[in-house]
């Protein structure tokens, strides 16, 4: 359920993302609000963070996972926030996609993710078409090799 909160307080306002952003357990220095990542420095993470999303939940680590959908919610609430010339409506198209994610990650329902996961990435690709950049094309990694100095299966812990 607080996955599902999380990516609801994406797509409020832009005041509500700042407050999704806020709720990192890592808050950043106050000299950090003078800094703004480049959009593409957003991306790329937002690109990593999608395809550590793909492999956790490939490898059912649903804590993983759900660790991921929250960094890339975040980063998109971030791109929304840093960038205003990115229309707001269409950060919040990606509400839909990212709330199936996290109920498949709770109900650690792997066909549901993987149906889930495809609109998801629809929504990076249809976003990039609409704002002149459909050169840049996302897709779900299949079979690839993962991030390799990462442990994607789930560990067992006491
Ligand atoms: C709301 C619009 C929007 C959404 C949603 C979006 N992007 Fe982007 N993305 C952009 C824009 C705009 C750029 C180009 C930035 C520029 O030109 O400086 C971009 C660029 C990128 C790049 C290129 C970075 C590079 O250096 O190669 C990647 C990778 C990327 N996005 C990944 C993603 C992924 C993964 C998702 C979905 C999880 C996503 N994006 C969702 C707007 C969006």
């Not at 950043?28 to 420095?41: C, F, I, K, Q, T």
């Not at 791109?79 to 990650?105: G, H, R």
């Not at 950049?133 to 690839?144: E, S």
Request: charged share 15%; with cysteine; glycine share 4%.
């Amino acid at each position: 359920m607080i996955l599902r909160n999380w990516c609801v307080a994406l797509t409020i306002s832009a005041a509500a993302m700042t407050s999704a952003i806020a709720q990192s357990s890592f808050p950043p220095s106050p000299n950090a609000s003078r800094y703004a990542p480049r959009l593409v420095e957003v991306m790329n993470a937002a690109q990593l963070q999608h395809l550590k999303l793909s492999f956790a939940g490939k490898s059912k680590n649903w804590e993983l996972a759900a660790f991921e959908l929250r960094q890339l919610t975040d980063s998109l609430a971030q791109a929304a926030i840093f960038y205003p010339d990115i229309p707001v409506s269409k950060v919040t198209t990606m509400e839909d996609p990212l709330l199936s994610v996290a109920d498949a990650i709770s109900a650690k329902d792997s066909r549901k993710f993987a149906v889930s996961l495809r609109a998801l990435t629809d929504g990076c690709n249809a976003c990039h078409t609409s704002m002149a950049r459909g050169f840049i094309v996302i897709g779900v990694p299949a079979g690839q090799q993962s991030p390799a100095n990462q442990v994607f299966a789930p560990v067992m812990r006491p």
